[in-house]
């Protein structure tokens, strides 16, 4: 009974790794890589902030005094729902 289950276990996780491999490969799976010491500005001075990443986007996130702000950016060449090129879009404070 116990080697049925770790069988079916080991099944399982095969088929789960097969899944996660075959999005990553066809593109619908990314990964954000992320930067905690980025160099960002506002108006000319330097604000604190992190930020993430990937091959089409970046979440910049500045950390004010009293305030997180964060905003998504689509870069040059990637073509959003309006037929943009390249955009940024207000995140809002959710950070």
């Not at 996660?20 to 992320?34: P, T």
């Not at 160099?39 to 005094?65: F, H």
Request: some cysteine.
């Amino acid at each position: 009974m116990k080697s049925t289950q770790i069988g079916l276990g080991i099944i399982a996780l095969g088929l789960a790794a097969f899944a996660i491999g075959d999005c990553y490969f066809a593109g619908s799976l990314r990964f954000l890589k992320l930067d905690t010491n980025p160099k960002i500005s506002v108006n000319g001075a330097a604000v604190p902030g992190e930020l993430l990443v990937g091959q089409t986007t970046a979440v910049v996130t500045v950390r004010d005094t009293d305030k997180a702000h964060s905003y998504q950016l689509f870069f040059e060449g990637d073509t959003d729902f309006t037929g943009d090129m390249g955009s940024l879009v207000d995140c809002g404070a959710w950070a």
